[in-house]
């Protein structure tokens, strides 16, 4: 194969779509050439406002200096120290920087992996050491990965375990408070949501899975790919006393939610509930690939040495830029940042829900931080006993919104097997590319409703 410089853009594309495997969607046929900020360069030549961060990784923006100089000095030093051989300085000095960050002090023993699927891969694998149990129990509308457990936990969409089954053993769902899974209006209280949600965990402990036969119960604080749907205080209050109820242990996943996208450095804190295992990757690293394990000494000390490992598993490298975007989350103010664009994204969406024309669509915008949902009506919905459908409305709503983005010069994705659009903006962007992000949605939403 030639190099990129003696090929055009379209040949690259034409060699991706024939040897890139089918099982591999995009949002668009172009190549990648340039990240900058808030901004990717595409090889067409054009230049897009980036809302998607590679869907929540490049948080801090697209080859942030600091970050791609740390990563860059560590592979003129060591770039692969592998942890079964022995410490690497960054290793260590990540944990430094992450433990003044975590939501509960007791959090203090690490584990550095490589992905989001590999770690609640490994969160079982602890939980059922840690224990002596098997059974876990996930959240309708929950993503947690497309390995093999991460796979079973996952319940958001069939396409990511369809033709795969069986699937591990010993996993059970319970409803999760969102109020389009319970059929219920979007103004109900969010403690009626967890009441009717904490209690199908009293029947799922009395009908399905016996406490004593309960490993853990493992839930994202805000739904990712379920459709960004925070989780309400109450309820995670509640899954926490159940836990302490019967010796569970409850695992938070923070992959996508985690490191600051919520305007806290964890959203689980917005409950102030204790993790006893917490889980996070995506922005850890700004990009490079890097997840965490993070539990408690009392219970890491139950692990035999050489149950947990990988080869690649906390790279150099990737550790190193992630102590760096540790101290960029500081130095640069990071969290009243997303606070503040937060509050503009939510007024624009906001607003868009007063125009006559427009709120029909709009069944719903939520979300927490920069972590944020429009969920948009449908005449279809999941199924003729979907009590949302809307007669009227337009059909791929959220599909069609975001192509027309795309064609504006803004990636956003879409979400959930409802008709949402989620908004991954870096956490450091600047008040003008906020402004223009939600105008071109704004513009995007105008031009497809009048088109009908």
Known sequence: MASSSAQSHASLVEFGQQHVTKGLGRIVDAVMIKGEGSYVTLGDGRTMLDFTCGIGVTNLGHCHPKISKAAADQCMNIVHAQCSIGFHEPYLQLIQRLLPMMPHASLDSFFFWNSGSEAVEGAIKMARIMTGRQNIISMQGA????????????????????????????VF??????WHQLGVPADTPSSKLSE???????????????????????????????????APPEFLQGLRAACDKHGILLIIDEVQSGFGRTGKNYSIEYSGVRPDILITAKGLANGFPLSALISRKELTDKLKPGSMGGTYAGNAVSCAAAVAAAEVMQEEKILDNVNARSKELF????????????APAILDVRGQGLMVAVEFASPAGTGTHDVFRREGVLERLASR???????????????????????????????????????????ALDEVVREG
């Open 143 to 170: 993503y947690h990965g497309r390995t093999f457990g991460a796979m079973a936990v996952t319940k958001s969409k069939t396409i990511y375990s369809e033709g795969v089954h069986p699937l591990m053993p010993g």
């Open 347 to 358: 007024a624009a969406l906001h607003a868009l829900r007063a125009v006559p024309a427009l």
């Open 401 to 443: 919104v975001a192509k027309r983005c795309v064609e504006k010069g803004m990636l956003i994705l879409t979400t959930s097997v409802y008709e949402v659009i989620r908004f991954i903006p870096p956490l450091n962007i600047s008040q003008a590319d906020m402004a223009k992000g939600c105008a071109i949605f704004k513009e």
């Open 173 to 178: 769902a319970l409803p999760f408070p969102f």
């Open 196 to 230: 009717m949600c904490l209690s199908q965990l009293d029947l799922l402990f009395s009908q399905v899975t016996n406490p004593k036969d309960t490993a853990a119960i493992i839930i994202e604080p805000v739904l990712g790919e379920g459709g960004y749907v925070p």
